[in-house]
């Protein structure tokens, strides 16, 4: 049996997703595909806009036979370590033959080359690389130039546009993570069509999840059915008709503004908060009176809008109660299985009789011992304060979703 894996949030699943994941079971000739998901909360610091089993029960109508939840530590944090993250649970399970990403660029050996030298920096990129920050440049623009010195640019393509798209950018890193844990699978790219992953308006037929996300949001009048596939869209209808907690990022300051005023300030405890940041960001939680006024006030050219977002995040989620820099840096030490259908049914049999970690259908009640578990479900505890569907105790109660198709 072939299996093909993807790593995605599907926040939410959109027509990009679908060609992404059709493509991908026929040009690697794909038996099943497995899906790493992220949880309850994503990659860029935000709340899903709709909750990890809704999400999973759209995926396994749309061609994905098995999704698994990327745990919290991994899913809220830099693209170096989702990838880690999700990369180390596929390559657990000793089943997957290729992982499949989408990609800006689109060509495979450019990709895997600026994966390589950043992954096994040898001396002229790190002489490289110094003179350009001795310089005072960001390290982000030194990285730049530094390997366009040692690419071959007209092969490569324009080194800081490369570095400068999203999916881009995961692709380097899903690529540096399989060198680093010397992983057999293969990695696979599919160019990105339709719009760009930040546009904030849906152009095309292929929008990014961005522009869905704010016409949900804003309630535009414009009908989604063109953009994203039919289960979906019935399902999104089904839910504005009864009247789903929808989530958005702007709804967590009320209770992070809440711990500042009733807890010492902890958030240097938070690896991405350090060198200051951690003052900067509580100063800044304290002096203002919603979302987008505290991100202008703690962002800079020194620190992204996403950076910032995501300590946020994790500062409302409780990030700074578990050692998460050292959680993140160790490989994924579970999979907990969301759902899956009929062929995910034969895939979860192959991991059972090959898997080097434990997966999980159902959660122990009482005394979790893994801390990157715990976190899991501390996230789900916090998501249900801002979406009143879900249930704190949801990881408990929640069976995974079994579809037949």
Same mark, same amino acid.
């Given at each position: 049996?072939?299996? =093909?894996?993807?790593?995605?949030?599907?926040?939410?699943?959109?027509?990009?997703?679908?060609? !992404?994941?059709?493509?991908?079971?026929?040009?690697?000739?794909?038996? &099943?595909?497995?899906?790493?998901?992220?949880?309850?909360?994503?990659?860029?610091?935000?709340?899903?806009?709709i909750?990890?089993?809704?999400?999973?029960?759209?995926a396994? !109508?749309?061609?994905?036979?098995?999704?698994?939840?990327?745990? *919290?530590?991994?899913?809220?944090?830099?693209?170096?370590?989702? =990838?880690?993250?999700?990369?180390?649970?596929?390559?657990?399970l000793?089943?997957?033959?290729?992982?499949?990403?989408?990609?800006? /660029? &689109?060509?495979? #050996? =450019?990709?895997?080359?600026?994966?390589?030298i $950043?992954?096994?920096?040898?001396?002229?990129?790190?002489?490289?690389?110094?003179?350009?920050? +001795?310089? &005072?440049?960001?390290?982000? *623009?030194?990285r730049?130039?530094? $390997?366009?010195?040692?690419?071959?640019?007209?092969?490569?393509?324009?080194?800081?546009?490369?570095?400068?798209?999203?999916?881009?950018?995961?692709a380097?890193?899903?690529?540096? =993570? $399989?060198?680093?844990?010397?992983?057999?699978i293969?990695?696979? *790219?599919?160019?990105?069509? &339709?719009?760009?992953?930040?546009?904030?308006?849906?152009?095309?037929?292929?929008?990014? %999840?961005?522009?869905?996300?704010?016409?949900?949001? +804003?309630?535009?009048?414009?009908?989604? #059915?063109?953009?994203?596939?039919?289960?979906?869209? +019935?399902?999104?209808?089904?839910?504005?008709?009864?009247?789903?907690?929808f989530?958005?990022?702007?709804?967590?300051?009320?209770?992070?503004?809440?711990?500042?005023?009733?807890?010492?300030?902890?958030?240097?405890?938070?690896?991405?908060?350090?060198?200051?940041?951690?003052?900067?960001?509580?100063?800044?939680?304290?002096?203002?009176?919603?979302?987008?006024?505290?991100m202008?006030?703690?962002?800079?050219?020194?620190?992204?809008?996403?950076?910032?977002?995501?300590?946020?995040?994790?500062?409302?989620?409780?990030?700074?109660?578990?050692?998460?820099?050292? /959680?993140?840096?160790?490989?994924?030490?579970?999979?907990?299985?969301?759902?899956?259908?009929?062929?995910?049914?034969?895939? /979860?049999?192959?991991?059972?009789?090959?898997?080097?970690?434990?997966?999980? *259908?159902?959660?122990?009640?009482?005394?979790? %011992?893994?801390?990157? $578990?715990?976190? +899991?479900?501390?996230?789900?505890?916090?998501?249900?304060?801002?979406?009143?569907?879900?249930?704190?105790?949801?990881?408990?109660?929640?069976?995974?979703?079994?579809?037949?198709?």
């Amino acid at each position: 049996m072939k299996i =093909s894996a993807i790593i995605a949030e599907y926040n939410p699943l959109h027509n990009g997703h679908i060609y !992404h994941i059709n493509k991908t079971r026929k040009d690697l000739n794909s038996d &099943g595909i497995i899906c790493v998901m992220s949880g309850n909360f994503v990659q860029r610091g935000e709340p899903s806009i709709i909750d990890k089993w809704i999400r999973t029960e759209t995926a396994l !109508h749309n061609g994905i036979d098995l999704v698994l939840e990327l745990p *919290t530590v991994y899913a809220v944090s830099s693209a170096e370590f989702f =990838s880690f993250g999700a990369v180390s649970l596929l390559n657990s399970l000793n089943i997957v033959s290729n992982l499949s990403f989408g990609s800006e /660029l &689109g060509d495979l #050996k =450019s990709i895997c080359n600026i994966a390589n030298i $950043l992954t096994n920096e040898t001396n002229d990129y790190k002489k490289s690389l110094k003179s350009y920050i +001795d310089l &005072g440049l960001p390290y982000y *623009t030194a990285r730049s130039y530094a $390997l366009g010195e040692i690419l071959d640019e007209n092969h490569c393509g324009n080194i800081s546009e490369i570095l400068s798209n999203s999916n881009n950018i995961l692709a380097i890193e899903y690529c540096k =993570s $399989l060198i680093k844990i010397d992983s057999s699978i293969e990695p696979f *790219t599919i160019k990105r069509n &339709g719009d760009n992953y930040n546009d904030l308006q849906i152009k095309s037929k292929l929008p990014s %999840a961005t522009a869905i996300r704010k016409h949900i949001k +804003d309630k535009g009048s414009l009908s989604l #059915k063109d953009f994203m596939p039919p289960y979906a869209t +019935d399902k999104l209808s089904y839910l504005i008709k009864n009247d789903y907690d929808f989530t958005f990022k702007e709804d967590i300051f009320r209770y992070i503004k809440y711990k500042c005023l009733t807890l010492e300030n902890n958030i240097e405890k938070i690896p991405d908060a350090s060198e200051g940041l951690n003052n900067k960001i509580y100063n800044s939680i304290l002096s203002s009176n919603c979302f987008e006024e505290l991100m202008d006030k703690a962002k800079s050219k020194r620190y992204s809008y996403t950076r910032i977002s995501r300590i946020l995040c994790q500062y409302f989620i409780g990030f700074e109660n578990y050692n998460t820099d050292l /959680l993140r840096s160790a490989p994924c030490p579970y999979a907990r299985v969301l759902g899956f259908n009929e062929t995910g049914r034969r895939i /979860l049999r192959l991991i059972k009789n090959n898997s080097d970690i434990p997966f999980y *259908t159902k959660l122990p009640c009482i005394n979790v %011992a893994n801390e990157c $578990l715990k976190l +899991d479900i501390q996230a789900t505890n916090a998501y249900s304060i801002l979406n009143k569907n879900i249930s704190p105790m949801s990881d408990y109660t929640t069976s995974p979703i079994f579809t037949k198709i």
